[in-house]
Every structure is written in C-alpha cells, then in structure tokens.
C-alpha cells in the first residue's frame, strides 16, 4: 500500500526558512516524479515544485529561487523554503506521478498523496 507521509512544517517569520520531508513507502518500483503542492485557505492547491527520477527539477514561478526540491535514494523527497513570505502560508503536500514527458505541476497528474503538514509565515 502506497504511503506519503509530509513533515517539518511549523510557524515561522517573514525571512525565515523550513525544510520539508516527505517518506514515500510501499512503491515496488521508485516513483518517477515527486511533488510539492499547497493550499492556503480558500485557494486551489497548486504546484510548488517537481523533480524527477533523474533530479530534473520544476518549479512555480512564485518560488523561483527561494525553495529547492530534492530527495535521496530511499524514496524521500524534500523541500527546503527559504526566504519565507507571509503569502507562502498553507498546507503543503507532497505527491507522486508517472508522468514523464512532462516536469509538471499540475495535480491532475499526481495519483497518490500525503495527508499535508502545515506551514505558517508570520509578517
């Protein structure tokens, strides 16, 4: 049974930085594609970041050069946030896909999903 289970968010300032994991289990082969999406409060959730099986990255424009997708040989993915904004406040969650043609980070192509670990930025 395929698990995703999201960690390492919290409360932090304006500027600050937090690091996300994500453990993936119960995949007899790796995932292809690991994601990071979100949802604040009366918002669709949208894509953060995406990485493949081969480390190419993705990323939503609004995180550009504050947030960096990574992961490990054991089917963790992790998302290191810095440079922290108040508007980057929502649940973050992490997600799988087969998808290979594409570096997307639309949720329509992810099919299994984490329960989201919340994080908050204060002004």
């Known amino acids: 049974q395929v698990k995703l289970v999201e960690s390492g968010g919290g409360s932090v300032q304006a500027g600050g930085s937090l690091r996300l994991s994500c453990a993936a289990s119960?995949?007899?082969?790796?995932?292809?594609?690991m994601g990071w999406f979100r949802q604040a409060p009366g918002k669709e959730r949208e894509g953060v970041a995406t990485i493949d099986r081969y480390d190419r990255t993705a990323y939503a424009d609004s995180v550009k050069g504050r947030f960096t997708i990574s992961q490990d040989n054991a089917n963790n993915a992790y998302l290191q946030m810095s440079s922290l904004k108040p508007e980057d406040t929502a649940m973050y969650y992490c997600?799988?896909?087969?998808?290979?043609?594409?570096?997307?980070?639309?949720?329509?192509?992810?099919?299994?999903w984490g329960q989201g670990t919340q994080v908050t930025v204060s002004s």
């Open positions: 119960g995949y007899t082969i790796r995932p292809y594609r």
């Open positions: 997600a799988t896909s087969s998808v290979t043609w594409i570096a997307t980070l639309s949720r329509g192509n992810y099919n299994y």
